[in-house]
């Protein structure tokens, strides 16, 4: 170890880990989308869980966000705020999960553009997640003031959370009317 560089913080390493596995599962599922081939029946299927999935991830993210917006109106502490907001981050990557995988089987082509670009953002969406997760956690472990910094990063990635979903909803969009 070089003792003029200052150590990572243990987390720093879990969310290293964490991302590079958020990247080897969406290069997984990219993958396997290539390979599979569904009929109709499983296809139909398949629609119905992504919406269904789609409704628990981007409904619980909605949720969240509103409730970011009541502690940034002052309607809301930003304690509470995180408390009501710590039990949904499970149907959010549960929905998540559930539109990947019910994904692979909606027969995507990956040379379009537009699935490029919504491909990327479900990663995008999944990488931001983890750190949001992460942010969470310092947030609500935090004695006193909260720093700035902090905070700001808060708001971007509430930000990103959102255009990502709804980028990657309206390409989804896009895609199932050609």
Known sequence: M????PRRPPHSRTLIVA?????????????AASQVEAGPAVRTVALFL???????????????????????????SLRQSLEFADPLHVPVWTGLA?????GIVL?????????RVKLVLVLLIA???????ALHRTLGGHVGAWPRRLL???????????????GAVTIGFLNSRS
């Open 2 to 5: 070089n003792p003029g560089r």
């Open 19 to 31: 991302d590079l596995l958020i990247c080897l599962a969406w290069a997984g599922s990219v993958g």
């Open 50 to 76: 992504h919406l269904g999935a789609l409704v628990l991830g981007l409904g619980s993210v909605l949720t969240i966000d509103y409730y970011g917006m009541l502690w940034l109106l002052g309607r809301r």
């Open 98 to 102: 559930g539109l990947v995988l019910s």
């Open 107 to 115: 027969d995507p082509d990956p040379r379009a553009p537009l699935t």
């Open 127 to 133: 990488l931001n997640g983890v750190h949001a997760q």
């Open 152 to 166: 700001v990063r808060g708001v971007v990635s509430a930000v990103v959370s959102q255009l990502g979903w709804w």
